[in-house]
């Protein structure tokens, strides 16, 4: 997952960028860094892998702790046809915590709770 956006197709959803929390911005540079070349700018997806904003990922159905399993462990796929999500080398549990700030952040601004 590491590095920038590859660019590779155009992005799943349309999202609309907040101001974020410093909180989020951070986790934006970390995402930025580790998830977007799979999950896309803004976290809108890409033809290698899903949205996060997306119904799906709200916290009610894929709450805080799924990111903390998928980033630190890795994740079978059951929602997507993209495969199956692998851990992402490098990223501490405090990386994660900005990340998901970031996701939450972008997720609330979009209605997706």
């Known amino acids: 997952m590491g ?3 590859a660019g ?3 992005p799943i959803v349309e999202v609309s960028v907040p101001e974020f929390s410093p909180n989020g911005r951070a986790g934006e540079i970390l995402f930025n860094v580790n998830c977007s070349s799979c999950h896309g700018a803004n976290a809108a997806g890409s033809e290698v892998g899903p949205p996060l904003i997306h119904p799906i990922y709200e916290p009610s159905h894929h709450g805080d702790p799924a990111f903390y399993r998928a980033t630190l462990m890795g994740v079978q ?3 997507w ?3 199956n999500m692998p851990a992402v ?3 501490s549990e405090q990386d994660v915590d900005m990340i998901v700030r970031y996701v939450r952040e972008l997720q609330r601004a979009n209605g997706i709770f």
């Open 89 to 91: 080398e490098g990223v």
């Open 81 to 83: 046809r993209f495969g």
């Open 77 to 79: 796929a059951h929602h």
């Open 3 to 5: 590095g920038q956006a």
């Open 8 to 10: 590779r197709g155009g």
